[in-house]
């Protein structure tokens, strides 16, 4: 038996435990175990506070990894003070709650900043995408998305963030789902544009993208990517994302590109992915004339 303590939790992961509702094991990593609750809810356990989500708790690690500890037919039980997973014992007794909403109204405010920081992220993207042509992994770009990084994800964030209905809705059904992996290349593009209009796009436009992203997610992709893209859809994001904006609105130039390059580095294409969306975004909102009151 391994026994470890839960130490800090989104608010979604803390609700699930104070509810001791049913779960199974879902996903088996080294650092992230995900479970799935009411069918299609997600909970992650982390090892790294770099892992931490909107539906994650982080434990102390005190063993190799997971899949040294858990196999996926392990039964998940839950009391008052402990979640078990096979062998592994977790004590929920004491658990911080970590808001995984940023403060939104005080990145606004600076938001102009992020338009003079695209070079230092598109550069960072450039370094990821040049080192994984290096690697004899498959290729996990749809073609919808193209090669580049740059042309086609501008004219694709430039149509989601466009405030029309049906230009959202048919970029939405095109890109939901489309790649490979548990979070599909198109979902983390989105993801990262979605994070981008809340710093830099009027509220009406920002509300209606994250309302058609809402009703145009079900049944269209995993069920990870879908609680990734519902949680960026109310504003809430993972803990490296975080660091970017605080950086960001602190001017702190290599905190950002230390950041920016964690967020990168996640998975063989999601990070990038989703940081590109970001820059596309950001990118349009750039070119945009600024209107009385934005």
């Known amino acids: 038996m391994i026994r470890v303590q839960a130490i800090q939790a989104a608010k979604s992961a803390r609700d699930w435990l104070m509810s001791r509702a049913d779960a199974r094991i879902l996903h088996v990593f080294d650092r992230v175990l995900n479970l799935s609750y009411q069918d299609s809810r ?19 690690q005190e063993f190799p990894g997971f899949r040294d500890v858990v196999s996926c037919d392990d039964r998940v039980r839950i009391t008052e003070d402990l979640l078990s997973i096979g062998s592994l014992k977790v004590d929920i007794e004491r658990i911080e709650v970590w808001d995984a909403r940023p403060e939104w109204g005080k990145i606004r405010e600076g938001g102009h900043y992020f338009r003079l920081i695209l070079p230092e992220l598109q550069e960072v993207i450039k370094h990821f995408r040049q080192e994984r042509l290096k690697t004899s992994m ?9 090669d580049d990084g740059s042309g086609r994800q501008v004219y694709l964030a430039r149509e989601l963030i466009s405030g029309d209905t049906d230009r959202i809705r048919v970029v939405l059904k095109n890109i939901l789902g489309c790649g490979q992996g548990l979070t599909p290349s198109g979902d983390d593009f989105l993801l990262g544009v979605l994070l981008a209009g809340y710093i830099l796009l009027p509220y009406p436009g920002l509300d ?56 990168a580095g996640k998975g063989h294409t999601s990070g990038v992915e989703a940081l590109s969306g970001f820059c596309a975004a950001a990118q349009i909102a750039a070119a945009r004339p600024r209107r009385a009151g934005e």
């Open 42 to 60: 997600i909970l992650s356990i982390v090892t790294s506070k770099e892992d931490m989500g909107p539906f994650s708790f982080l434990v102390v």
């Open 138 to 146: 498959p290729k996990d770009v749809p073609d919808i998305l193209g």
């Open 208 to 263: 209606r993208l994250c309302e058609l992203v809402q009703e145009e997610l079900p049944g269209r992709t995993t069920m990870l990517s879908t609680a990734w893209l519902e949680a960026a859809a109310e504003g809430e994001c993972s803990y490296v994302w975080h660091e970017l904006f605080t950086a960001t609105k602190n001017r702190q130039k290599e905190a950002i590109r230390q950041a920016a390059r964690k967020i």
